[in-house]
């Protein structure tokens, strides 16, 4: 990194990161954390880079609806630089109240070379004298209008009305939103009404021993750092409850990294017990040991396997397995944007490798002890396709009521339980 770069501003920073995220298919979050290392940004500098890299991201659609409407050329035609600095200007007009309107776009103007400086200056000016207005398409092309109005692609948008019905637009405006952050609490070092108090924040609602705060502030990442807390949504805790993992058992979780689910069973075992954390990625593994130690867990146990190839030592002798299975992530775009642009031919291959995983880890449950299923998706194939597959193949397993599940079954909602759209399902194995 020279210099030079280092001395980039918030929003060069986020016009270089964007542009780069166009070409490379990265993901969001890790150009966002490899840009802020590399950078000598100021903590107020650092927020604002990553408002713009995330929000750009997220409403990409409807910028680039907007710049059709006030450009002279057509979008898919501007150069890349061009096309990025719009988008940037258009976005703090829109969505950045305490950006006075000149210096979004007097910034915006300034990211592109002189000789584009006047098309950049022109489209914006005209946005501003139109009172930053635009229209929606028609609405008789009802998944049109939706993918322009939330920025969603309209494939998706598609998949998502088999999930929500009449409530889609809820269920987009909720993936829009800025997610609250979920603290699991470390019982083995403090109560959650300590937390609490520390924090500033709220208990859940909804998922045991979970605060909810608005920002990592200084007190919250000092106790990241002391290991009495670990960042973990509702949705996920909720899953690692419903395996209902108890002192003295074995527990796998067959993939396991980056761990968070293996420290919540590990914790309500009261560090009693055995937890073995797989995952087929070796290298991820040191993130469940390193994550172990600082919150003083001392019964889980790494190994890189692939889920589909159980342990043969392992095999009948597990009193409560997790699953929590690769997946299309559908259910985290309010905290991944990007993931909102994936190919959903790439989505389709999903269930048939699911099922194998669960297929796998079914293996290690022993006669009486339970199975849980999970995704971070909202996906029907993914979910309750590939659980009633399981079922009806394996009827020795059955679905088992649950506190946390109902029925067995449950997929969280954004906009109905307020946390990340989620999966699971809970079974037992007879005897």
Same mark, same amino acid.
């Given at each position: 990194?020279?210099?030079?770069?280092?001395?980039?501003?918030?929003?060069?920073?986020?016009?270089?990161?964007?542009?780069?995220?166009?070409?490379?298919?990265?993901?969001?979050?890790?150009?966002?954390?490899?840009?802020?290392?590399?950078?000598?940004?100021?903590?107020?500098?650092?927020?604002?880079?990553?408002?713009?890299? #995330?929000?750009?991201?997220?409403?990409?659609?409807?910028?680039?609806y907007?710049?059709?409407?006030?450009?002279?050329?057509?979008?898919?035609?501007?150069?890349?630089?061009?096309?990025?600095?719009?988008?940037?200007?258009?976005?703090?007009?829109?969505?950045?109240?305490?950006?006075?309107?000149?210096?979004?776009?007097?910034?915006?103007?300034?990211?592109?070379?002189?000789?584009?400086?006047?098309?950049?200056?022109?489209?914006?000016? @005209?946005?501003?004298?139109?009172?930053?207005? #635009?229209?929606?398409p028609?609405?008789?092309? #009802?998944?049109?209008?939706?993918?322009?109005?939330?920025?969603?692609?309209?494939?998706?948008?598609?998949?998502?009305?088999?999930?929500?019905?009449?409530?889609?637009? *809820?269920?987009?405006?909720?993936?829009n939103?800025?997610?609250?952050?979920?603290?699991?609490?470390?019982?083995?070092?403090?109560?959650?009404?300590?937390?609490?108090?520390?924090?500033?924040?709220?208990?859940?609602?909804?998922?045991?021993?979970?605060?909810?705060?608005?920002?990592? *502030?200084?007190?919250?990442?000092?106790?990241?750092?002391?290991?009495?807390?670990?960042?973990?949504?509702?949705?996920?805790?909720?899953?690692?409850?419903?395996?209902?993992?108890?002192?003295?058992?074995?527990v796998? *979780?067959?993939?396991?990294?980056?761990?968070?689910?293996?420290?919540?069973?590990?914790?309500d075992?009261?560090?009693?017990?055995?937890?073995? @954390?797989?995952?087929?990625?070796?290298?991820?593994?040191?993130?469940?040991?390193?994550?172990?130690?600082?919150?003083?867990?001392?019964?889980?146990?790494?190994?890189?396997? *692939?889920?589909?190839?159980?342990?043969?030592?392992?095999i009948?002798?597990?009193?409560r397995?997790?699953?929590?299975?690769?997946?299309?992530?559908?259910?985290?775009?309010?905290?991944?944007?990007?993931?909102?642009?994936?190919?959903?031919?790439?989505?389709?291959?999903?269930?048939?490798?699911?099922y194998?995983?669960?297929?796998g880890?079914?293996?290690?449950v022993?006669?009486?002890?339970?199975?849980? #299923?999970?995704?971070?998706?909202?996906?029907?194939?993914?979910?309750?396709?590939?659980?009633?597959?399981f079922?009806?193949?394996?009827?020795?397993?059955?679905?088992?009521?649950?506190?946390?599940?109902?029925?067995?079954?449950?997929?969280?909602?954004?906009?109905?339980?307020?946390?990340?759209?989620?999966?699971?399902?809970?079974?037992?194995?007879?005897?």
């Open positions: 990194m020279t210099d030079n770069t280092k001395k980039e501003t918030a929003r060069t920073l986020a016009h270089r990161s964007l542009m780069g995220l166009e070409k490379s298919g990265r993901y969001s979050n890790l150009e966002v954390n490899s840009a802020i290392m590399h950078s000598d940004l100021s903590e107020a500098d650092r927020g604002l880079y990553t408002r713009l890299v #995330y929000g750009v991201t997220e409403r990409r659609i409807t910028l680039d907007i710049i059709s409407q006030y450009s002279s050329k057509p979008t898919d035609e501007l150069d890349e630089d061009v096309k990025t600095a719009l988008r940037l200007g258009i976005y703090q007009l829109l969505w950045l109240d305490r950006v006075p309107d000149h210096s979004a776009v007097d910034e915006s103007v300034g990211l592109v070379s002189r000789q584009k400086r006047g098309f950049v200056n022109a489209v914006l000016r @005209s946005f501003l004298r139109g009172g930053k207005k #635009y229209s929606l028609d609405e008789s092309n #009802y998944s049109r209008y939706l993918s322009v109005k939330y920025s969603v692609p309209a494939p998706l948008v598609e998949l998502f009305m088999g999930c929500a019905g009449d409530e889609i637009e *809820d269920l987009l405006c909720a993936m939103r800025e997610p609250h952050i979920g603290l699991r609490v470390n019982r083995l070092k403090l109560t959650t009404d300590e937390a609490v108090r520390m924090t500033g924040g709220r208990v859940s609602d909804i998922a045991p021993d979970v605060v909810i705060v608005d920002t990592l *502030d200084e007190t919250v990442k000092q106790g990241l750092s002391d290991g009495l807390w670990f960042v973990q949504d509702e949705a996920s805790r909720i899953t690692s409850a419903a395996v209902g993992a108890k002192s003295d058992e074995l796998v *979780d067959t993939c396991a990294c980056p761990g968070g689910k293996s420290f919540s069973m590990a914790i075992m009261e560090n009693r017990g055995v937890v073995r @954390s797989f995952d087929l990625h070796a290298n991820k593994l040191s993130l469940i040991r390193s994550g172990a130690e600082k919150l003083g867990i001392a019964i889980i146990e790494t190994a890189e396997r *692939d889920a589909r190839q159980p342990m043969d030592e392992l009948g002798k597990a009193d397995v997790l699953c929590d299975a690769p997946c299309s992530g559908l259910g985290v775009i309010a905290k991944k944007p990007d993931i909102r642009y994936k190919n959903l031919a790439d989505v389709n291959k999903l269930p048939e490798i699911q194998g995983v669960l297929c880890a079914s293996k290690y022993k006669d009486g002890g339970v199975l849980v #299923y999970s995704t971070c998706t909202i996906n029907k194939a993914e979910n309750e396709d590939v659980v009633e597959r079922l009806r193949e394996n009827p020795e397993f059955s679905l088992e009521n649950d506190p946390y599940l109902g029925g067995g079954m449950r997929t969280f909602l954004p906009h109905r339980d307020g946390c990340d759209g989620f999966f699971a399902a809970k079974m037992r194995k007879t005897k």
